[in-house]
């Protein structure tokens, strides 16, 4: 029995990585909780032209509210079509210069800058050299995660920004723009800090391969994630010298889109709280995130168990139908 959901919600994802993975499974137990929502999740792969597509088909298809992470500035048109057609729009995480959206939710990325260069200055012995690997330009995270660390080293006297390098947010990309610097002349440097967790590990293991004395050289990133290989795990181990949790909070969207969508008073703009990872503070942060995804592994996979028995017991109701058919066939014959 197809019934007719109450609500259709489109999410549409600049990228796909664990960050994402997990902020897609916050919203899809949040969307369960709710009920009768309908989720659509599409995700660009970060292929602005995809994600332009995927957002247009979206408002074609006449979504009840859009909720879009747009890869880069750029992707305000699309956002716009849809917002300029009725649809509320809940951007989240990135922004666009556009102001055509309902809500906004995400954390605040300058302030994480700002924070990350008080705490190196507060830890370095000596003088700071740091080389900054940043997210695309034409992200706004990393436009503003650049901006609040560089403004406040500006006020350091410990800490020099030696250069900063473009990557595009994956671990890869990170790996071969360390790796070409590394084979060149460069200035020297003795903190790395990457505008996300998988960057620095890329940065990392290409100063590996160099032959970099790892001891000497500290590596920063941000998102902190619990999982193994995630931000958490990589501070707990002495990995990475600090972190900072980049929120994913798909309740907390979730809850956004239904106020809008249920006309409740929602506020504008919405500031997700996140913190400074450190091996001070590390264990208890990774005891809790540990729990919180256990929960929400449990949860899925009860839902697909329901999922599971409400399909058999379609098919055999479908089968009971069939055979109450043919019996009032044979009698009525
Ligand atoms: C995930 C991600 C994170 C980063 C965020 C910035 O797709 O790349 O690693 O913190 O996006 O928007």
Same mark, same amino acid.
């Given at each position: !029995?197809?019934?007719?959901? *109450?609500?259709?919600?489109? =999410?549409?994802?600049?990228? $796909?990585? =664990?960050?994402?993975?997990?902020? +897609?499974?916050?919203?899809?137990?949040? /969307?369960?909780?709710?009920?009768?929502?309908?989720?659509?999740?599409?995700?660009?792969?970060?292929?602005?032209?995809?994600?332009?597509?995927?957002?247009?088909? @979206?408002?074609?298809?006449?979504?009840?509210?859009?909720?879009?992470?747009? !890869?880069?500035? *750029?992707?305000? !048109?699309?956002i716009e079509r849809a917002y300029d057609k009725g649809i509320p729009v809940i951007v989240f995480d990135r922004r666009t210069h556009s102001n055509k959206?309902?809500? @906004?939710?995400?954390?605040? +990325?300058?302030?994480?800058?700002?924070?990350?260069?008080?705490?190196?200055?507060?830890?370095?012995?000596?003088?700071?050299?740091?080389?900054?690997?940043?997210?695309?330009?034409?992200?706004?995270?990393?436009?503003?995660?650049?901006?609040?660390?560089?403004?406040? /080293?500006?006020?350091?006297?410990?800490?020099?920004?030696?250069?900063?390098?473009?990557?595009?947010?994956?671990?890869?990309?990170?790996?071969?723009?360390?790796?070409?610097?590394?084979?060149?002349?460069?200035?020297?440097?003795?903190? &790395? @800090?990457?505008?996300?967790?998988?960057?620095?590990?890329?940065?990392?293991?290409?100063?590996?391969?160099?032959?970099?004395?790892?001891?000497?050289?500290?590596?920063?990133?941000?998102?902190?994630?619990?999982?193994?290989?995630?931000?958490?795990?990589? #501070?707990?181990?002495?990995?990475?010298?600090?972190?900072?949790?980049?929120?994913?909070?798909?309740?907390? &969207?979730?809850?956004?889109?239904?106020?809008?969508?249920?006309?409740?008073?929602?506020?504008?703009?919405?500031?997700?709280?996140?913190?400074?990872?450190? #091996?001070?503070?590390?264990?208890?942060?990774?005891?809790?995130? $540990?729990?919180?995804?256990?929960?929400?592994?449990?949860?899925?996979?009860?839902?697909?168990?329901?999922?599971?028995?409400?399909?058999?017991?379609?098919?055999?109701?479908?089968?009971? @139908?069939?055979?109450?058919?043919? =019996?009032?066939?044979?009698?009525?014959?």
């Amino acid at each position: !029995g197809q019934r007719h959901p *109450k609500y259709v919600i489109g =999410v549409s994802q600049c990228s $796909e990585d =664990v960050w994402r993975d997990k902020l +897609n499974n916050e919203l899809r137990i949040a /969307a369960f909780s709710a009920n009768d929502i309908d989720l659509r999740i599409s995700s660009a792969d970060d292929d602005v032209a995809l994600q332009t597509q995927q957002i247009d088909k @979206f408002a074609e298809m006449g979504v009840d509210l859009l909720i879009v992470a747009p !890869g880069q500035m *750029k992707v305000s !048109g699309a956002i716009e079509r849809a917002y300029d057609k009725g649809i509320p729009v809940i951007v989240f995480d990135r922004r666009t210069h556009s102001n055509k959206y309902t809500a @906004f939710i995400g954390a605040d +990325n300058e302030e994480m800058g700002r924070n990350m260069a008080r705490y190196l200055s507060s830890q370095v012995k000596g003088n700071g050299r740091v080389l900054e690997i940043c997210g695309l330009y034409t992200s706004s995270p990393s436009i503003a995660r650049r901006r609040g660390f560089d403004m406040e /080293a500006a006020q350091h006297n410990n800490l020099q920004i030696v250069e900063h390098i473009e990557c595009d947010w994956t671990e890869q990309q990170a790996y071969r723009k360390m790796d070409s610097l590394l084979s060149a002349p460069h200035a020297a440097f003795n903190y &790395v @800090f990457a505008h996300n967790d998988r960057m620095a590990v890329g940065a990392k293991n290409a100063a590996r391969k160099h032959g970099l004395d790892l001891n000497a050289i500290h590596f920063i990133g941000i998102d902190a994630m619990a999982h193994k290989g995630g931000g958490m795990p990589m #501070v707990r181990d002495g990995e990475l010298m600090a972190s900072y949790i980049y929120p994913t909070r798909g309740d907390k &969207v979730m809850k956004l889109a239904m106020d809008i969508l249920e006309k409740r008073p929602y506020k504008r703009e919405n500031l997700l709280s996140s913190a400074l990872v450190t #091996v001070e503070n590390v264990n208890v942060l990774l005891n809790q995130e $540990e729990e919180l995804e256990r929960q929400t592994d449990n949860l899925l996979s009860l839902r697909r168990r329901v999922e599971t028995t409400t399909n058999a017991f379609d098919t055999q109701r479908s089968y009971l @139908f069939m055979l109450l058919f043919l =019996v009032t066939m044979l009698l009525a014959a």
